[in-house]
């Protein structure tokens, strides 16, 4: 049996979680619009900016996704286990691999999992 590679980081130019956790804005801080969910802003070229910590994205799912998952804290619970998952999909996946679930179960968990803030 081969020894395990660890898998090698890939290397860019962003702030590093540490570093962009200091810049953030407190959620509780942020301007919302009339529906109660966050305003993002948009820059000329159309890309849409997180009012957290100005990480800028291609469109406005991106940055729901970056802002629900990074600022909000918000989790999608398995039922079968303690298991916490950042995004939907991943839960899928968990549940994929973990449970042994079929594929048409493991949507329908996807699709109703309890959502937490942590």
């Not at 800028?56 to 916490?84: E, P, W």
């Amino acid at each position: 049996q081969q020894p395990k590679v660890p898998k090698m980081k890939r290397f860019d130019n962003r702030m590093s979680t540490k570093s962009q956790a200091k810049k953030c804005v407190p959620v509780s801080a942020l301007p919302t619009g009339a529906t109660g969910s966050v305003t993002f802003g948009k820059m000329p070229d159309g890309k849409v900016i997180c009012p957290a910590c100005r990480k800028v994205f291609k469109n406005t799912q991106g940055a729901q996704l970056h802002f629900d998952t990074t600022h909000a804290g918000i989790r999608y619970k398995c039922f079968m286990c303690s298991h916490l998952a950042t995004q939907k999909s991943s839960l899928k996946q968990h549940a994929l691999k973990s449970h042994k679930v079929s594929d048409v179960m493991a949507d329908s968990m996807k699709n109703s999992a309890e959502i937490i803030t942590v």
